[in-house]
């Protein structure tokens, strides 16, 4: 894998939303490393600088600021709305207004940045790269704003690809478990790491890496006729369950 070419965004501008950690910071690392000049944004620093890349103050919540930081850049040739997440909260136990919270940082985020960049796309015949979730299209009990959330990002994504064409390319990396640094919170310790990682067909866990090198290619002269398109980042997918349940019950 590391001796294959790779995509080269020499003189790209990019901006990467939530792009201090985790899987942003891979995917911000990716453009770095492609050569491109990118800006990460989001409410607060990162804790461990990404070498190459800017970091920027700024709440994706806020319609007026979001306008002000785009207008504000000499250039944009990408836009990576990677920002989002939520906590695990079933349905029941919280109330509207808090699962909105959840649907605004997930979908109207990315809406209202993509609008606020679409004059720099525009002129450039730039590239929106969505980041979503395989939440957004299975059952996802205890994430079920998210996931729904996540399901709009990808339509809006097929919309806007189809609304923006020629000028703009939109395209959804569908992301499966990433192993990052808050991967514990969701899967526990190494042990239980570990056998999540073994219900991926592949056997592992994605890396911020993997993401962010998707990503570069979507961006990516390479990608040149693709848009509109879902790009699935997922090691494979789940196993579905009634094989093991079908296997268990032959052993018994």
Not at 117 to 126: D, N, P
Request: proline share 7%; glycine share 10%.
């Amino acid at each position: 894998m590391d001796n294959l070419p790779r995509p080269q965004l020499s003189g790209r501008a990019v901006v990467v939303t939530g792009g201090t950690r985790g899987v942003g910071a891979g995917i911000a690392r990716a453009f770095a490393e492609a050569g491109a000049h990118v800006v990460a944004c989001a409410r607060r620093p990162p804790e461990v600088p990404v070498e190459g890349v800017e970091f920027a103050p700024l709440d994706l919540r806020d319609p007026p600021a979001v306008r002000t930081f785009f207008d504000a850049l000499p250039r944009l040739d990408v836009l990576v709305n990677n920002a989002g997440g939520g906590p695990y909260r079933l349905l029941a136990d919280a109330d509207p207004e808090r699962h909105a919270r959840v649907l605004e940082l997930n979908l109207i985020a990315p809406l209202t940045a993509s609008l606020a960049a679409y004059e720099h796309l525009r002129r450039v015949k730039g590239t929106v790269v969505m980041i979503g979730s395989v939440s957004g299209s299975r059952p996802s009990p205890g994430s079920a704003a998210y996931g729904a959330a996540k399901a709009g990002l990808e339509n809006l994504a097929r919309s806007m690809a189809v609304e923006w064409a020629p000028q703009v390319r939109v395209n959804t990396l569908v992301v499966g478990m990433v192993r990052t640094e808050l991967a514990h919170l969701h899967y526990g310790d190494e042990d239980g790491i570990e056998a999540v990682s073994r219900t991926v067909p592949l056997g592992r866990l994605a890396a911020p890496a993997d993401v962010g090198a998707a990503a570069v290619f979507l961006a990516s002269d390479a990608a040149a006729y693709i848009s509109g398109a879902s790009l699935l980042v997922h090691g494979g997918g789940e196993r579905p369950a009634f094989l093991d349940a079908a296997t268990a019950n032959k052993e018994t």
